[in-house]
């Protein structure tokens, strides 16, 4: 199957500092990108989705301003947390979607777990 | 507005026994449906999906779901589960115009040898 990447893997930062997530589909190009977030031992809620070129759609109680999506290219959205504070430790997961033929795919990053100390 | 139940926490099973983990779902309009498997400090796996047509969905690794639109559910099942099904499960619903994926609160199956 199709694969999607996440870089990086596991980051700790400084309370007051901003960190960047990246998702890349590695084999596909996907028009549509997706960022989750999820707590221990919690399902994954939806923060935001987002297509290429354009401003992303946020959930209702995301903050835009704090979390920033950015989605350069067909393969590449970025999520970057500003002013991190330790609530926003989490495990965030990002997907890519495509669709061909009428079928619809979606595939999933395998995350990145954000300490904020 | 949509949204995904699945009623047990926790579900536990010897090894070689039938495995379901339960799933009910709401949404307007026709629902895309999904299983995910997740391991630990892992991201989500893609077992199977039901779109359209057959209401028997046959996935990966032997996992099967059945879509029942009276009740509105969709429960995963495995004829015959190994140590190594042993993962936290999640039962997600997108309407069939948007791909947003709503998801359950996930059900952790413990299966022992």
């Known amino acids: 199957g199709a694969v999607v990447s996440q870089h990086p893997s596991w980051v700790i930062c400084k309370s007051g500092t901003s960190v960047k997530i990246e998702c890349r589909s590695l084999d596909f190009q996907a028009t549509t990108m997706f960022w989750y977030r999820q707590f221990p031992k919690q399902s994954l809620m939806l923060m935001a989705t987002?297509?290429?070129?354009?401003?992303?759609?946020?959930e209702q109680g995301v903050e835009k301003d704090k979390f920033l999506i950015n989605h350069a290219s067909l393969t590449l959205s970025t999520l970057t947390v500003t002013s991190a504070h330790p609530e926003d430790s989490s495990f965030y997961i990002c997907?890519?979607?495509?669709?061909?033929?009428?079928?619809?795919?979606?595939?999933f990053g395998p995350g990145t777990r954000l300490t904020v100390t | 507005a949509q949204s995904v139940a699945q009623p047990e926490d926790q579900v536990n099973v010897a090894e070689g026994n039938p495995l379901t983990v339960k799933c009910t779902y709401s949404v307007s309009g026709n629902p895309y449906l999904f299983w995910y498997v997740q391991y630990p400090n892992r991201g989500l796996q893609f077992l199977l999906k039901y779109i359209t047509g057959d209401n028997l969905v046959k996935g990966s690794y032997g996992f099967e779901a059945e879509f029942n639109k009276s009740q509105t559910s969709f429960h995963l099942k495995k004829p015959s589960a190994l140590v190594s099904d042993s993962a936290l499960y999640f039962c997600?619903?997108?309407?069939?115009?948007?791909?947003?994926?709503?998801f359950g609160a996930g059900t952790t199956v413990t299966v022992r040898a």
């Open positions: 997600a619903v997108s309407r069939s115009n948007d791909y947003k994926l709503s």
């Open positions: 987002s297509n290429e070129g354009s401003k992303a759609t946020y």
């Open positions: 997907s890519a979607s495509f669709t061909y033929g009428g079928m619809y795919e979606q595939y």
